[in-house]
Each structure stands twice: as C-alpha cells, then as structure tokens.
C-alpha cells in the first residue's frame, strides 16, 4: 500500500512539474521584452552612429520597460562588431544599432564575411547623412550642369576633392558617367578624410568636393551647393537632387548613393521566428520618433530623426550594395 502510494506521488509530481513547466517553454520563445535588451555599436564610443544609440536605448527602454545597455565592438570598419552581434542570441535580446550603410555592405564585400545583408532585419534608418555636391564658392559654378559642362570643354583642369572609396567619390563617379564625362574629364584629388577634403574646397585648393552633408555644414561660408545625391532636397542647403539636375538637362537618372545610414538592426532569424515581438520593437521605434520632446532633444543634440521603416530601409540598403560591389576596388 505504502508503495503504490509512493508511486502515485511520484507520478503527481511529475505531472505537476511537467505541466508547470510547459508554459514556461512555450513562452520562452515568444515572451518579448526579455528582462534586458543591449544595442550593438559596432563603431567607437563618441562617434554619430554612438550618440545615436544611446540616445535611442535611453528613450526606447522607457517604452519597453526594460533596462537597454549600448556596448561597443569596434574593428575592420564595423565587421568586427556586425561579427559579434551576429553570434550574440537572436531572441530579440540583441540589436545592432550602429551605421547599418554603408558599414555593412563595405564589409560583406572587402572581408570574408559569414553573413549576409539577409542575416540582419533592418527596422530603420534615422540619421541619413546625403553627399552633397558643392564648389569654392569664388568659382563661377552656379549649377552642376554648368560645372560638368566646362569639365568636359576643358578635360582635367578642374579638381574635385572625395575620401576614397566613400559613398562621396561613387556619386561623383555616378554623376560624371550620367552627364558623359570619362574618366580624367575631371581631375580627382584624394584625402584620407572628409576634414582635409572639405578644407581643400573651402581653400580653392580644389573647385568641387562631394561629401556628407551635415558634415559640410562647417564651411558652409566657404562653398556654393550644386546638388544633393538624395531623393529629396535637404533642409539645410538650397539644392536640388541630382536627378532634378539630370532631368533638368535632359539626361537620364542616376542611381542614388545614400551616405551614412545611423538606425536599428536585429537578427533575421528573430524576425522570422517571431514576427509579432519584432513588430512591437518596429512599433515601439516609431513611437519615440514621434515624441515631440524626444524628437526635439535630438535636433538640439544635431541627431536625425527620420523614420523609413522596414521596407524602405532595407530597399535602399540592398539598391545600393549592387553599387558598392560594382565600385569595389579590385586588389
């Protein structure tokens, strides 16, 4: 008797433990927040793409609930942190918030990465720095039309400054390929950063230079903007696209370059596996950015404050890795 009573507790036990248990399982893989949530920079401390996540962890985890911490992983210009993320759990615990364009793309094609641009769930772009087109402000240049005209009447008199391999000397290669010049119409001048090719323009060392555009801000004085390889006209300059300027001329479109993209990134896989949490975490991203005050502290922090979305993030992102592998340097 005593046994059978011993088998039967047993036996209860069990079945109470398995059932208390079950959904504890069950829900592991759906319940979203997790207690913690950590962005990934995969840049240094201090830079745009860290400002921009730990000004978005700050305001995002008082959406969510939960505590988001920011880590840095920095190295072989961001490989080393999209690395790192890639091997962290893609249970919606880890984001990559960092410069998802072009950092991610450059380094698929320069190393020999083991992920691809379909192993990451871009959720949005919000600091979108454009290349902006513009000359010493001394020159006689009004219009971009009017600057690549006299390159091609003049081959290889006037210099454009660009950090090579940015997005800066692809647009400007886009642009003369779109307006007919070829190679050497225009004699480009290299500098290892922005700085010194933005202090070469405003010194009349070179005619034009196509660099990020808030970054061109400080010479603002220096130089006249030509246009914007951007979809639409930017606040802070007085130019046109550059497919305004084509169409403006009769030429056809040229495919645009987006510069530096700041935004949100998770696994695919925690995309795919739960739609719904990856939805709250869209949801709750839209949300802060349409916050007035939050909105408001990042203008005065000079942060952008764009929402693309999904689909449009991603849209551009895999457009412009087929011009970033056509403009890859060969070794």
């Known amino acids: ?12 036990l069990g079945l109470s433990l398995a059932t208390a248990l079950a ?3 069950a829900s ?3 319940a979203w927040p997790p207690r913690k949530i950590t962005f990934v920079v995969a840049l240094g401390p201090g830079g745009s793409a860290d400002r921009t996540a730990r000004a978005l962890a700050q305001r995002m985890q008082q959406e969510l609930g939960v505590p988001i911490s920011v880590v840095n992983q920095e190295g072989g210009g961001g490989h080393v942190g999209h690395t790192y993320f890639m091997n962290m759990p893609d249970d919606g615990s880890y984001f990559l918030a960092s410069s998802i364009h072009p950092y991610i793309s ?5 190393f020999d990465a083991d992920y691809s641009l379909k192993d990451f769930a871009f959720i949005n772009a919000q600091w979108n720095d454009y290349d902006l087109f513009a000359v010493n402000a001394k ?3 009004e219009s971009l039309g009017a600057f690549m005209q006299a390159a091609k009447d003049n081959p290889g008199t006037l210099k ?3 950090v090579p391999n940015s997005t800066g000397a692809i647009n400007l290669a886009l642009a003369m390929e779109a307006f007919g010049l070829s190679e050497g119409d225009i004699n480009v001048v290299t500098y290892q950063s922005g700085g010194s090719a933005r202090t070469a323009v405003a010194g009349g060392q070179v005619d034009l230079t196509v660099l990020a555009a808030d970054g061109t801000l400080s010479i603002a004085e220096y130089v006249r903007p030509l246009a914007v390889a951007a979809d639409a006209p930017l606040k802070d300059w007085d130019a046109p696209t550059l497919n305004a300027v084509l169409t403006e001329n009769g030429l056809d479109k040229a495919p645009v370059l987006a510069g530096s993209m700041r935004g949100l990134a998770a696994h695919a896989s925690f995309r795919d596996k739960n739609p719904e949490a990856f939805e709250k975490m869209v949801e709750a991203y839209h949300t802060v950015l349409q916050d007035p005050d939050f909105v408001a502290s990042l203008e005065a922090q000079d ?8 689909e449009r993030t991603t849209e551009i992102i895999e457009s412009n890795f087929e011009i970033l592998k056509r403009f890859q340097p060969t070794e």
């Open 139 to 141: 020159t006689p240049y």
């Open 28 to 30: 592991a893989d759906t």
């Open 106 to 110: 450059n380094a698929i094609l320069r």
């Open 303 to 310: 942060i952008g404050t764009e929402w693309l979305g999904p």
């Open 160 to 162: 454009a400054s660009v």
């Open 1 to 12: 008797m005593n046994m059978k009573r011993r088998q039967f507790a047993a036996a209860a």
């Open 23 to 25: 959904p504890l399982g």
